[in-house]
């Protein structure tokens, strides 16, 4: 009985850590296509790409710890889409090599909300 609750919470602790490393690698995705799909949106390399990803998920758990609310373009109307794109802005001033600008993580916002909505996951910006 002992020996399957410990195998039991082995894998429930693997399980977990494959569903972050799977989340971050949809996130990393999204970011990515959104990028190349938005003008005035640019990310140099494989590194920036996986640095923004990493910084966009610490922005949106704060702020949702904060506030309650999500960075999500489509899941919490205006207020999320708005978030959203000052999340995308504001992620240039902690990663070298993401740029972009206003009017582009404006674009970016909605992109990343429909590239995310037919991306399988749950996926939070």
């Known amino acids: 009985m002992a020996d ?3 195998n039991t919470q082995e894998n429930s602790g693997l399980n977990t850590v494959w569903q ?17 799909f938005t003008p005035g949106f640019t990310i140099n ?3 920036a790409l996986a640095l923004a990803t990493i ?9 949702t710890k904060f506030t309650g609310l999500h960075a999500s373009a ?23 090599g993401y740029s972009i600008s206003w009017i582009a993580a404006i674009i970016g916002a909605l992109v990343y909300g429909v590239v995310d909505y037919f991306l399988p996951g749950d996926q939070t910006l």
């Open 20 to 36: 972050i490393v799977g989340r971050f690698i949809t996130a990393a995705i999204v970011l990515g296509i959104t990028a190349f």
């Open 55 to 63: 910084v966009l998920t610490a922005i949106d758990f704060l702020i």
């Open 74 to 96: 489509f899941g919490k109307g205006f207020v999320g889409f708005v978030l959203a794109a000052v999340v995308l802005y504001v992620t240039q001033y902690f990663v070298a």
């Open 45 to 47: 390399s494989i590194w």
């Open 4 to 6: 399957n609750q410990v």
